[in-house]
């Protein structure tokens, strides 16, 4: 864990090196919290976000050793991988992020601060895009949406990512679903986390 | 509720695998991906007709791949999208050169996964439109018709664009044809009693003894209003009501019928109820040219029924009539 | 179970009149009985062809009439036989001057009205043979095959025969090609849940939670064994064995084969019952020419399902594959 | 009552008046016991045997006008008037019954004793055949045996019918039914008498 502090307390960029690393570390956290993400989603879906979330993560690692200098194919390398084993929602939604990503970061080597912001901010667009989605729905975007509002106050990553996912659990809190197949289960989703929200926040873990 | 089944992880698999295995004339296996079927003889010179959605439908989606219909269909577990990989796969095994047309139902997983499989393609030289079918007037107010679920009146868009493709039409004009087929499709329909999801083991939704649900969608969805149940025609009679209210009819207009099963509801109950359509229909001046009636979307065993208006004009009634190889379809 | 039906005393007349009025090219009332189907357009030179039945089994028995297939049918109330009144109707509507041939299921009441009917017309000069379709193995041994019900079956020779009299040939040929046809049927069904009478409003009969029946009659006539639900292919199994027992198939014989749902089972089962079905078969080297899965012979809203195999030759596979006009068979 | 008595205790033959006259009283006494006789075979059956012989009866007697002197030729159109109205096996072979008995009689004017013994005969023989019935199985034929039997020791027909149809019922008490749909009640069918044979005694009573 000491590795990631010094990587996100210190380097504040993004390069091939260490995106590997994290998606090392988002596969490992993928496996741990497996039977945890399918059973938040089994309350008020179909209990499949633990399998789209390993799978997609195992598919990108597979396909590690194909990654060049270049960000912006490495995100595209990213979205593809992930899309092949997943059918459900998170993972479209994640894949198309990635490939916009991809497409925004050309042929970047580094992404400083900025470009990280653009990558979240491109994230959060797509999703609210291609789901139909609005800030307030209860879903990933709102987690995403508080990142971006963090990223623009403050630098330190290795807390922030951790934090903000949990803040946006708990603004949350007694408020209903409005989007994707948990919104068909009206008030109990008041008293339940998004499963995507908290997928999200149990991977910020790793930082 | 009881299932003949094996493994229920296997319930999908299995029925693709019959599904093939009972009619090898009509479907085959598509090489490079398990949950894509494909015509048994891949046509060279067309347009590709792709549709895909989840499993516990039959016929829809899967069965209606074959001549004058589809060309493949991307199969998802039950009640779940099918994966952008197996949607790519199945625009790849239906293009020709000539162009893909996907048709599916307006639900957010089928219609983001297909975007994002259309834009895969595209990198790889394949040209795609699609049509979003939304003629369940029970789910969005007619203002917002795009907004409103795929239902039964699916099939009648696989149909009309499925002939027309035949005639060696561009993607253009298919889409043209499909995109006024689906403008022109109204369905309401009423649950009775859930079916049981293999892997759950359970009802997909709660209802009363007494109860029934209009509206609701094919999954369970919430539908406009629960009541007690009524007798034949005063349903039928509601229903009709709410779909011409959104649908005005003039006294020239020629229209098709579909009275479908959700798949318990026997053809004996279909036919009092399409009785009594033709009877409300009969009121004014519009023609009733040709009826489909029987279960053509289902939700594996629930009990209810939708029906399904068609205005036509003479691009779509030839298209509709148009010969096509299909077990669940009569010409 | 709920029904959507009106008054349950008005179930049969209001399910034929919505049969005709929604397929009126297919079918017509009778002029003089109100409970006899005609075709739309009756054929003049031709053996006339004449079924009748309970009903509550949609599509049979009205459902085959149509070209290429039956020219008549006499419709009892749910699960009765209709009277020799409707059965002398029947035949009458059906004849030209060619004779007409009765195909019916092995019941008793079914089989003696027939019987009656055809004496009373005998006197007016109408000549007719009689095909007594005896299909279930279930219901007495193979030494006394002709004491069988008939089910499912009865469809393929109504297809056989009806392909054959659409040819011009005499009525003995016909009844000999139709008699062959039903020498070379066997079906073995299983119920898994009963079906409720619209007049009597209660099941017809009780079966537990985890209970199937093996071989039980389609009006729940005793079947062979009450067992445990087992795995779809474990039952499939049973069912192949106990066919394959009763008919011996060579390695150069070929057939097709009609996987039946009673009503509520749904296509998904059926297919990963068919697929059971050919992998038994494929074990030895009988050949599988056409297969025929979907709800053809019906208890309303029952569940369960059964297998039929039917042996071809030549001239059978012929005209089960001849042209028809009936939108419950697709050629 | 007595004009009955009389005809049978007496007259011992059957023509076209006597005949005219046993059908009014039939049909008198079916009105009369068309709830009995539908619950009767409502327990064990489809509960249309009270409608069956009611229509049946019915329909013979708005034909009556066209009887003639020919006894043959009278069964006939009673054969064809019962089964124009039921569809039940009841009906069709009581139908089949008038048929062959209508044969058998040719061109008769007056049945006698013999006669009417042979009409039962081919009655029974007929139901037996059609309905594919034997002595034993618990239905009408097993009445129509004793009437048979009875017949040939006695002529006394104001007696002879409504006694035997009440034996019948007797002898079959712990019985069960082995045709008709009634069989497929299997052991219940023991405690109960079977509808046919019931409907056969009350409308002996007419004697
Ligand atoms: N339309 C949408 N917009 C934004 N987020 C969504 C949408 N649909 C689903 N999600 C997110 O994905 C999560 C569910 O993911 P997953 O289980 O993969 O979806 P599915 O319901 O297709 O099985 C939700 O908790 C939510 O955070
Ligand atoms: N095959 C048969 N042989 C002799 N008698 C029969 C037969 N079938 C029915 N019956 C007689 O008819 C009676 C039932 O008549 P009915 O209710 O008209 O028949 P269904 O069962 O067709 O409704 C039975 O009680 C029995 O006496
Ligand atoms: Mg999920
Ligand atoms: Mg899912
Ligand atoms: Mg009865
Ligand atoms: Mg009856």
């Not at chain 1, 800030?135 to 508080?146: E, M, P, R, S, V």
């Not at chain 2, 299995?14 to 085959?28: C, T």
């Not at chain 2, 049981?196 to 509206?215: H, M, R, S, V, Y």
């Not at chain 2, 011409?244 to 098709?256: A, V, Y």
């Amino acid at each position: 864990m000491l590795q990631v502090i010094v990587l996100f307390g210190q380097i504040k960029m993004l390069n091939k090196k260490n995106f590997i690393f994290i998606l090392e570390k988002l596969f490992e956290q993928s496996k741990v919290c497996y039977d945890e993400f399918n059973s938040a989603d089994g309350k008020i879906g179909d209990g499949d976000l633990g399998i789209t979330i390993l799978h997609g993560l195992e598919e990108i690692n597979k396909n590690i050793d194909s990654f060049s200098e270049d960000m912006g194919e490495n995100f595209k390398i990213c979205s593809k991988a992930f899309v092949k084993r997943s059918g459900s929602s998170f993972g479209t939604l994640i894949a198309f992020s990635l490939m916009n990503i991809a497409k925004n970061l050309n042929n970047k080597k580094e992404c400083n601060h900025e470009d990280i912001i653009v990558i979240f901010k491109t994230a959060l667009n797509t999703i609210m895009e291609r789901g139909k989605t609005n800030i307030g729905d209860k879903t990933i975007a709102d987690t995403l949406n508080l990142f971006i509002q963090k990223l623009e106050e403050n630098k330190n990553y290795s807390e922030l990512f951790k934090l903000a996912s949990k803040e946006a659990l708990q603004n949350f809190k007694g408020k209903q679903i409005l989007v994707g197949r948990a919104r068909m289960f009206n008030e109990k989703t008041k008293e339940l986390d998004d499963p995507g929200m908290y997928a999200l926040s149990k991977l910020s873990e790793i930082f | 509720m009881k299932k003949i089944i094996n493994e229920p992880s296997n319930f999908v698999d299995e029925s693709i695998d019959g599904l093939i295995k009972s009619h090898p004339n009509v479907y085959s296996l598509a090489e490079d991906n398990s949950r894509v079927i494909k015509r048994a003889k891949k046509s060279s010179n067309k347009v590709g007709l792709v549709t895909g959605g989840g499993s516990g439908h039959l016929p829809v989606f899967t069965g209606y791949v074959g001549e004058g219909l589809l060309d493949t269909c991307a199969i998802g577990s039950v009640f779940a999208s099918p994966s952008v990989d197996q949607i790519a796969s199945a625009i790849r095994n239906a293009d020709n050169g000539n162009g893909v047309l996907c048709i599916l139902g307006n639900y957010g997983g089928d219609v983001m996964n297909f975007e994002m499989a259309c834009e895969i393609v595209k990198d790889e030289g394949v040209n795609t439109k699609t049509i979003i079918v939304a003629d369940d007037i029970a789910s969005a107010r007619l203002e917002e018709k795009e907004k409103r679920r795929g239902i039964a009146g699916m099939i009648f868009v696989f149909k009309v664009a499925g002939g027309f493709a035949e005639t060696g039409v561009s993607l253009e004009e298919v889409f043209k044809l499909a995109n006024e087929t689906n403008n022109n499709i109204r369905t309401l329909g009423v649950a009775l009693s859930p079916c049981i999801l293999p892997e759950a083991g359970k009802p997909t939704f709660e209802i009363g003894k007494d109860e029934i649900e209009i509206g609701m969608g094919i999954h369970g969805e919430p539908g406009i209003s629960r009541e007690k149940l009524k007798s034949a025609n005063d349903l039928t009679d509601d229903i009709c009501n709410r779909i011409f209210d959104d649908f005005k009819l003039g006294d020239n207009d020629e229209i098709s019928l579909m009275i479908n099963s959700l798949g318990a509801t026997p053809l004996e109950e279909l036919y009092i109820v399409s009785r009594r359509v033709i009877e409300n229909i009969n009121k004014n001046k519009t023609k009733i040219y040709k009826n489909y009636v029987g279960r053509y979307a289902t939700s594996m065993e629930m009990a209810g029924m939708s029906v399904t208006v068609l205005k036509l004009n003479e691009n779509i009634k030839k298209n509709l009539i148009a010969p096509s190889n299909c077990p669940f379809w009569t010409n």
